[in-house]
């Protein structure tokens, strides 16, 4: 038998043909995707030297599987290449493909490869966003996983150059003008992943900085009941999204989660039986059988000038990505009356706070008041990694910062290799539901302040508050990471989780 050191399968050969290696032991274990012809396997077999052991892959499982086995970490190696300046960089443009796949690319220049191990490595850990921050003494890229920033390479400060117009190129923007910030995107397939790569450039000081948002299309079919939503959140919203019409809300700060929880409740209402339209800045995922209108400022298409335009395309359903100001609020309200539903998102600390936003706005508040159906308040938390997460009994501080009993267990991150040593894996999220019923109606109508319409709405619990104590107990992340996310402080009144009033919406 032929021994092979490190033996792998070509990557074009592992895509064409539906082989992929799972585990390169004494007995090979390839996996088959459904439908492909078995005699790859003799090639594999031929290639890898060693008996193979065969799973059957469905397309959807293989396609993970492809992009795990091959998204493998180039930066080092590129980094360590000689960088000289790529010659002919327009004349890419026009010979790129529509989507790009990072891990089939032929381009072997070492400034391409650099980039594109970048993306693959950031798709790879889940990360959200790609920050290019170029310094004198070092080109930083920083990524944010689960929603934090870690420093994830500092290269040397003379290909940040480079680096900016292959980003630039890819992205179809102006490689020449580098005084304005400039916006774009890069769609791209990863394996079978399809991706949509927003590019944001900005003039510094040390240079261009680059901002690359990595939005995954998979995200886009999330159900409802995926979301992680408490029963009862999840049952009112649901019972809104049933009304024919009226203003249901979600509030949160910028990456809480507000548009997918809006896109999971257009699915549910994406029946063929409905006329759906949106107008959003930008149109983050392509939905089938949903009009989508993207915000262009530069030509007058604002959120107000978009929203009076698609109530003329007969919509039963429309939403609006966000509530900026008078005019929109006030289209919104009237769109409601007139006997649509609409969804859209407020910038506040909580659901209470997105009544009294719309009532600075200058909305009336008897009509807040007959148009209002829900509001819905969320935030992620980073979930606690499973394999390394420790119990320990809440000292007298900890319990009143979270509001528990003193020696009541909660656990703590601790770090391994499963998480990257940041104690973390993945996120969960955290909701409160306003319903506006017929008690909280007459308490916006009188303008009651915010402390007495939360009084009415939470006498039951289901605060953020509430929700995040629940997590903190059944040790799904930490009383640290609870308080951070929801910026909430202990009011020795209740002994629990408050809004903490300094917060920035």
């Keep these: 038998m032929i021994t092979v050191v490190n033996p792998t399968l070509p990557y074009g050969f592992a895509k064409r043909h539906g082989v992929v290696l799972l585990d390169a032991g004494e007995v090979a274990v390839v996996g088959l995707r459904a439908g492909a012809d078995p005699l790859a396997l003799v090639e594999a077999r031929r290639a890898l030297g060693r008996p193979l052991r065969v799973e059957p892959l469905p397309q959807a499982a293989f396609d993970r599987e492809l992009s795990r086995a091959y998204a493998d970490d180039s930066v080092g190696a590129a980094a360590d290449d000689g960088l000289d300046m ?48 170029p310094f004198e003494s070092a080109l930083t890229v920083r990524m944010r996983v689960d929603g934090v920033l870690r420093e994830a390479h500092a290269l040397n400060p003379r290909i940040a ?51 690359l948002r990595i939005l995954d299309k998979d995200q886009a079919d999330l159900r409802l009941d995926q979301l992680g939503m408490a029963p009862d959140a999840l049952e009112a919203f649901q019972s809104a999204l049933r009304e024919p019409n009226g203003i249901i809300l979600v509030t949160g700060p910028t990456g809480s989660g507000k548009t997918t929880s809006l896109y999971a409740g257009l699915a549910l209402l994406n ?113 606690l990694c499973a394999g390394c997460r420790r119990p320990e009994a809440a000292d007298p501080a900890t319990a009143r910062l979270a509001g528990l009993q003193v020696g009541q ?55 953020l508050g509430d929700r995040a104590r629940a997590l903190v107990l059944a040790g799904v992340t930490s009383v640290e990471e609870a308080v951070r996310v929801t910026r909430h402080d202990v009011g020795e009144d209740r002994g629990e989780l408050h809004a903490d009033a300094g917060a920035a919406a």
């Design 86 to 133: 790529p010659s002919g960089l327009d004349s890419l443009i026009d010979a790129m493909p529509a989507a790009e796949d990072l891990l089939d690319s032929a381009d072997d220049a070492p400034v391409v490869r650099l980039i594109n191990g970048v993306i693959a490595e950031a798709v790879r850990i889940g990360a959200s966003d790609i920050h290019l921050e």
């Design 161 to 211: 150059p480079l680096l900016v117009s292959r980003i630039k190129v890819m992205a179809r923007l102006d490689i020449a003008e580098r005084r304005l910030p400039q916006d774009g995107r890069i769609p791209l397939t990863l394996g079978g992943k399809s991706l949509d790569v927003r590019v944001s450039t900005l003039p510094s000081r040390g240079g261009e900085r680059v901002v």
């Design 271 to 383: 029946d063929a039986t409905r006329n759906i339209l949106t107008v959003e800045d930008p149109v983050e995922y392509a939905i089938d059988g949903v009009g989508q209108t993207q915000v262009n400022a530069r030509v007058g298409m604002t959120f107000a000038a978009g929203l009076r335009a698609i109530l003329r395309q007969d919509p039963d359903v429309v939403m609006v990505g966000e509530i900026r100001d008078v005019e929109t609020a006030a289209i919104a309200v009237q769109a409601s009356l007139t006997g649509h539903l609409v969804l859209s998102t407020v910038h506040t600390n909580d659901a209470v706070g997105a009544v009294t936003r719309l009532r600075d706005m200058g909305v009336e508040p008897f009509l807040l008041a007959s148009t209002l159906r829900l509001v819905v308040a969320q935030r992620l938390v980073r979930r």
């Design 409 to 463: 267990t909660v656990w703590r991150p601790h770090g391994c290799a499963h998480c990257n040593q940041t104690g973390y894996v993945g996120r969960a999220g955290l909701y409160e539901t306003i319903r506006i019923d017929d008690r909280i109606r007459r308490l916006i109508a009188a303008e009651a302040s915010e402390d007495e319409i939360a009084a009415a709405a939470f006498a039951r619990g289901g605060t």
